[in-house]
Structure formats: structure tokens, C-alpha cells
């Protein structure tokens, strides 16, 4: 995949302005399309893979982890995941249609911490990886790619985005028949794919995703209408995802039942 076609790419989408929302009033979630693809991140996980349960204000949805592909990624990941560094954090970089961005310990969109001690790492790139909607990847502090940090974005474009002109560009830049057809069918953001690590894949919850989305306020520089936090990120695998999911919720139940009635 050319580097500079994509850069022109995201370029020209920021530029149209495809990437402003309009607000969650009266916005209703859509179901999204069941996607029948190879690629790897619509893949079946075997029963001992990473998994990443995110529990927010909003509800709850689950990510497979790629250590293979994203190694530095994901042991950064699921080491801040593991010390609780990711827990009570907003998400605080909200576009409709594109995104949703947490991970910063500031809440500002310009922190970011590593479990090296703050020492940032590089992008890494995989040919297996994509900015399919439902892509988990990590977000820049910075302009250079290498520095790569706390913060992390999801992918939350609709099915059925990749327009005719954005189609031939790919294919003009060689990228393959399989990939693209899967873009068609579950949205994503392939002007990202070669700039960002893509390190896992949301493969439960996307409504909470959406839903995420949907509280935007165009006037407040991509920030949310209302606050949404990430209450907790628990690493678990595939295989007992659903018992540490139900537990988190239990606990955040029991938390909120608890509070005092004003």
C-alpha cells in the first residue's frame, strides 16, 4: 500500500469534511451486517486468545487482541490494562462516523504513558491488519509514528462507507480484491491503514460503539456532549471473556445500586 496515497487521502476527507458529526439527538443505532470475510479480524478466535473487555458508562463491548501481529501494541496494552491505568478514564475524542478515542490519562487528547516508564514505541505495520470498522488501534501523541503511547482509538465508520472514488484509489494502489470487498462490507477507514497500528478487533458490542458515537457535539472540537467513561479494562481470554464481562457488570451494578438516592 503507497504511503502517499493514503496521507493525500486523509487529507482530502478532513478537507470535505466527512468526518463531522451531527449530534446524537434522534440518532438511531443501526444493526450492523453480519460479515462473512478471511481477513483475520472477522475471523473465529480460538479459545485462548487475548481478549480486552471494555466496560463504559455507555455499556460494554469486546476486542480479540493480535500479539503477533502488534507485539509491542498489545504487551503495552494489556500491561496499563492490568495496573488499572485505563480505569475512569473519558473518552475524549468523540466523531460520528469515524471514531471513538480514549487512553488519555489527562483527559486532554495530548497525554499518554507506557509501561516502559513513559518511553513511547513505533507504529507497527501488518499486512493482516486493517481499519475495518470495529478496529481497535493505536492513536499518535504527537505527528511522529513514534509516538505511540496510552491512547487508543476504535473504529466505528458504517458498513457500506467506501465510496466509488475512495474504491478505484485503492485499487490503484494495489491494494487486493479481498481487502477492499471487505471494506464494502463492514465500513472502516483505509486512508488509516499503513499510518496507525491496528492491534485488535471488536468482535461484541459494537452498539455500545455506536452508541459512544452517537453523543457528539460538533461545536466542542470533536469532545462529547456528555462525559463517557471507560470504567475498567479487564484482559481475559476468548474462552472466559463472558464470566469476566458479567462480573464487571455485576460489580458496577452493585457500585451504582449502592449510592446514596439524591
Not at 471514531?99 to 483527559?107: H, N, R
Amino acid at each position: 500500500m503507497k504511503r502517499n496515497f493514503l496521507r493525500a487521502v486523509v487529507c482530502a476527507v478532513l478537507c470535505a469534511g466527512l468526518l463531522a458529526g451531527c449530534g446524537s439527538d434522534g440518532v438511531k443505532i443501526k444493526k450492523r451486517p453480519q460479515v462473512e470475510s478471511e481477513q483475520l479480524q472477522f475471523q473465529q478466535p480460538a479459545d485462548d486468545a487475548p481478549v480486552a473487555v471494555f466496560t463504559t458508562s455507555e455499556g460494554q463491548f469486546r476486542a480479540v487482541l493480535y500479539p503477533d501481529e502488534a507485539p509491542l501494541a498489545v504487551y503495552n496494552f494489556t500491561q496499563l490494562a492490568q495496573e488499572g491505568v485505563y480505569d475512569g478514564l473519558i473518552f475524549h475524542r468523540v466523531i460520528p462516523d469515524f471514531i471513538i478515542q480514549s487512553g488519555d490519562p489527562t483527559g486532554s487528547g495530548t497525554g499518554g504513558t507506557t509501561c516502559w516508564n513513559g518511553v513511547m514505541f513505533p507504529v507497527e505495520l501488518s499486512y493482516k491488519l486493517h481499519h475495518y470498522s470495529g478496529a481497535l488501534a493505536m492513536a499518535h501523541t504527537g505527528d511522529d509514528t513514534a509516538t505511540n503511547a496510552s491512547q487508543f482509538y476504535v473504529v466505528q465508520t458504517p458498513a457500506d462507507s467506501l465510496t466509488d472514488e475512495l474504491e478505484q484509489k485503492m485499487q490503484d494502489a494495489g491494494i487486493g480484491e479481498d481487502v477492499i470487498e471487505t471494506y464494502k462490507d463492514a465500513g472502516g477507514a483505509p486512508y488509516l491503514d499503513n499510518l496507525n497500528t491496528v492491534f485488535g478487533q471488536v468482535y461484541s458490542g459494537m452498539e455500545t460503539v455506536d452508541t459512544i458515537a452517537a453523543v457528539a457535539d460538533p461545536g466542542a472540537k470533536d469532545r462529547p456532549a456528555n462525559e463517557i467513561t471507560l470504567l475498567s479494562v479487564k484482559i481475559t481470554t476468548y474462552a472466559e471473556a463472558d464470566g469476566v464481562a458479567q462480573a464487571e457488570m455485576d460489580k458496577f451494578s452493585a457500585a451504582a445500586s449502592s449510592q446514596p438516592q439524591s
